[in-house]
């Protein structure tokens, strides 16, 4: 299984961005996917999650700025993330979870930079 991102670069502040990410390889029954991130300096954190049936959660920084959506058939997430701030700032990972053997599939980070 391989999950490739993409949509991650400079940004101002204030400004939106949309991160993709597609896993191939392997067909396997997703349980949740979402995206992480990790800024310099500080530990990774959940940004936002969907699972298969399509219930979202999202980390309080990013609630009301940040929306996710999947596409299950075609193993893609997304995310849009609006009024960016520095603090969002961060390599963003993308991640499936099987719902068979519970395991998690990682993609290898994508750069979000939001100038003030």
């Known amino acids: 299984v391989q999950l490739q991102a993409s949509g991650g670069g400079l940004v101002q502040a204030g400004g939106s961005l949309r991160l993709s990410c597609k896993a191939s390889?392997?067909?396997?029954?997703?349980?949740?996917m979402g995206w992480y991130r990790q800024a310099p300096g500080k530990q990774r954190e959940l940004v936002a999650r969907?699972?298969?049936?399509?219930?979202?959660t999202y980390a309080d920084s990013v609630r009301g700025r940040g929306t996710i959506s999947r596409d299950y058939g075609k193993r893609t997430v997304d995310l849009q993330m609006n009024s960016l701030k520095p603090e969002d700032t961060a390599l963003y990972y993308c991640?499936?979870?099987?719902?068979?053997?519970?395991?998690?599939?990682w993609g290898p980070g994508t750069l979000v930079t939001v100038s003030s």
């Open positions: 390889g392997t067909v396997f029954s997703v349980h949740v």
């Open positions: 969907i699972t298969r049936d399509g219930s979202p």
């Open positions: 991640y499936f979870q099987s719902a068979t053997t519970g395991r998690a599939y």
